[in-house]
């Protein structure tokens, strides 16, 4: 499903946050991106959807270069896939309902299919009573909830999490992490970059160190370490 081959992004200070890094993610697979801080875990991440170009080489998904895309082809390959911030990016002012319903109310289904679709997103992450609620009257971990309701409302075959759990405590952090584990359980392929090397050690599954850039370990079933 996504091809990394020999991508290397270089910034105009002649920094490398990527080199020469090849890689290949399966359909289906759960994948956690690890490394320090500045290894090149965001910049891997910004690539899959496009908010980053690489200086060289190809990232593909599903068989077409997102580094080869013209700006007014980002929003649909964008489409599918979902994505989870760190920082939640929640509209302050909609409720928990809207902010979900936002990313396919331009799609042109009718006003039944998008309470269908943000009805059933809201309950697999659990916050269905909380609907009419605004991100204020949220916890961190529910506003997470929300980001990750809003990102597979849409039905994505991909789900990119770039440090989701960095703002979050452990317990609200394992909640995520087993939200996340129960999407990919129904066949869509989740991305997810860490720091947080306890849900590493937790949950096993595949698992790619950065160092420096560079692609140092790649292992089945793995741990942080």
């Known amino acids: 499903m996504i091809q990394f081959r020999g991508v290397t992004k270089r910034y105009d200070n002649d920094h490398y946050a990527l080199k020469n890094v090849n890689l290949d993610i399966l359909s289906g697979e759960f994948v956690f991106i690890v490394g320090a801080s500045g290894a090149g875990k965001s910049t891997l991440m910004k690539l899959l959807y496009s908010e980053e170009k690489p200086s060289g080489g190809t990232v593909t998904i599903g068989g077409i270069n997102v580094a080869n895309l013209s700006n007014d082809r980002i929003p649909n390959l964008r489409r599918c896939m979902g994505i989870v911030f760190q920082d939640y990016k929640l509209l302050q002012n909609y409720t928990v309902f809207d902010n979900v319903a936002y990313v396919i109310r331009t ?79 129904r066949g869509i392929t989740v991305i997810v970059s860490t720091h947080d090397n306890a849900m590493v050690d937790y949950f096993r599954k595949r698992v790619i160190t950065l160092d420096n850039g560079e692609v140092v370990r790649d292992i089945q079933a793995g741990t942080y370490e």
């Not at 697999?124 to 009573?129: N, P, T």
């Open 107 to 185: 799609l042109g289904i009718s006003s039944k299919e998008i309470n269908a679709r943000v009805s059933g997103a809201l309950k697999i992450v659990g916050l269905y009573e909380k609907k009419h609620a605004k991100p204020s009257e949220l916890s961190g971990g529910e506003q997470q909830r929300v980001g990750i309701a809003r990102a597979i409302v849409n039905g994505p075959p991909l789900l990119i999490a770039d440090e989701p759990t960095g703002n979050l405590d452990p317990k609200n952090s394992m909640e995520i992490m087993q939200i996340l584990d129960q999407i990919n359980q």
